[in-house]
């Protein structure tokens, strides 16, 4: 699968009409890709143990979308192999009184991943561009006047471009994906949350209400996109209709970063190998 026409670089103007929400690559059913998912998942648990091993690179995979993309299904599904000692899911909700008297990378940074171990954003300091912007929540915000201008937001665009070079610049590698999903299906899961019991615990009527905001926060996506999407640290634009393809794109996005990672296990060098070659010895023919 090529995923280039998935990735966003920066290099361009970007548009989310551009990326059809229902593509399947050509594909038909979740039977055409199982093969696949099977092998990406044991691929990435292998250079996950690499990476562990070698302790130079963290990972930071964030996932953003719209109410019923796919996000948490996404998540389970194509981690499902990884050694759960390597991986920190996070997820991010309405920032509490803590979190509010800081700055609002605060609690992004507290949960980066050290080297050697992958943390999963389930949404991030992504809402402070999205729902921050299409509420308008700034204005209310305990800050120094000074700081809640009109430009608040492409100032954190710079902001967030800025921090993510910063973890380039220092081992940690950011991989950014937008589950793009049609209004349409939105209201087919809505309604499937609804009628389904046991669906019924993931919906909330403030789902209900964020919907009508719907061309706002396409367009804030849109414009967040096009401001931090760059070559060391993309955004992936991943067709969200079809979960079981939705699942498919994110697995090989994955492992082709993973692959480019290259994480190697340490080298055993001459001394260390006599040494071991020792201790087998010793444990063979205790004293
Ligand atoms: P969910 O992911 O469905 O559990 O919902 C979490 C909710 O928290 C979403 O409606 C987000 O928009 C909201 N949220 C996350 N981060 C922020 C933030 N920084 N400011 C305001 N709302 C947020
Ligand atoms: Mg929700």
């Given at each position: 699968?090529n995923?280039?026409?998935y990735t966003?670089?920066?290099?361009?103007?970007?548009?989310?009409?551009?990326?059809?929400?229902?593509d399947?690559?050509?594909?038909?059913?979740s039977?055409?890709?199982?093969?696949?998912?099977k092998?990406n998942?044991?691929?990435?648990?292998?250079?996950?143990?690499?990476?562990?091993?070698?302790?130079?690179?963290?990972?930071?995979?964030?996932?953003?979308?719209?109410?019923?993309?796919g996000?948490?299904?996404?998540?389970k599904?194509?981690?499902?192999?990884?050694?759960?000692?390597?991986?920190?899911?996070?997820?991010?909700?309405?920032?509490?009184?803590?979190?509010?008297?800081h700055?609002?990378?605060?609690?992004a940074?507290?949960?980066?991943?050290?080297?050697g171990?992958?943390?999963i954003f389930?949404?991030?300091?992504?809402?402070?561009v999205?729902?921050?912007?299409v509420?308008?929540?700034?204005?209310?915000?305990?800050?120094?006047d000074?700081?809640k201008?009109?430009?608040?937001?492409?100032?954190?665009?710079?902001?967030?471009?800025?921090?993510?070079?910063?973890?380039?610049?220092?081992?940690?590698?950011?991989?950014?994906?937008?589950?793009?999903?049609?209004?349409?299906t939105q209201?087919?899961?809505?309604?499937?949350?609804?009628?389904?019991?046991d669906?019924?615990?993931?919906?909330?009527d403030?789902?209900?209400?964020e919907?009508?905001?719907?061309?706002?926060?396409?367009?804030?996506?849109?414009?967040?996109?096009?401001?931090?999407?760059?070559?060391?640290?993309?955004?992936?634009?991943i067709?969200?209709?079809?979960?079981w393809?939705?699942?498919?794109?994110?697995?090989?996005?994955?492992?082709?970063?993973?692959?480019?990672?290259?994480?190697?296990y340490?080298i055993?060098?001459?001394?260390?190998?006599?040494?071991?070659?020792?201790?087998?010895?010793?444990?063979e023919?205790p004293?």
């Amino acid at each position: 699968m090529n995923v280039k026409k998935y990735t966003v670089t920066g290099e361009n103007l970007f548009g989310l009409e551009e990326f059809d929400t229902g593509d399947t690559g050509g594909l038909n059913s979740s039977d055409d890709v199982k093969k696949m998912m099977k092998d990406n998942i044991v691929e990435i648990a292998k250079l996950q143990d690499r990476l562990y091993a070698e302790g130079k690179t963290g990972l930071l995979i964030i996932f953003q979308a719209m109410d019923a993309a796919g996000k948490d299904s996404a998540i389970k599904h194509v981690m499902s192999g990884v050694n759960p000692q390597g991986v920190e899911v996070v997820s991010f909700k309405q920032p509490s009184t803590e979190e509010l008297s800081h700055d609002y990378l605060w609690r992004a940074a507290k949960a980066l991943p050290p080297r050697g171990k992958i943390a999963i954003f389930n949404r991030s300091y992504y809402e402070d561009v999205l729902v921050v912007k299409v509420h308008k929540l700034y204005e209310n915000m305990n800050l120094p006047d000074r700081c809640k201008g009109k430009n608040i937001i492409e100032k954190r665009y710079a902001q967030i471009r800025n921090f993510e070079d910063y973890l380039w610049e220092n081992g940690i590698v950011t991989v950014k994906f937008f589950l793009h999903l049609s209004r349409e299906t939105q209201l087919k899961r809505f309604l499937e949350r609804i009628d389904n019991k046991d669906k019924n615990w993931k919906f909330s009527d403030a789902d209900v209400r964020e919907r009508k905001y719907w061309d706002d926060y396409q367009e804030a996506y849109r414009s967040a996109i096009e401001a931090t999407a760059s070559k060391n640290n993309p955004w992936y634009v991943i067709p969200a209709d079809k979960k079981w393809y939705t699942r498919a794109v994110i697995s090989n996005v994955l492992l082709s970063v993973m692959k480019k990672l290259n994480p190697r296990y340490p080298i055993v060098t001459k001394e260390q190998e006599e040494a071991l070659a020792e201790s087998k010895k010793k444990l063979e023919n205790p004293e």
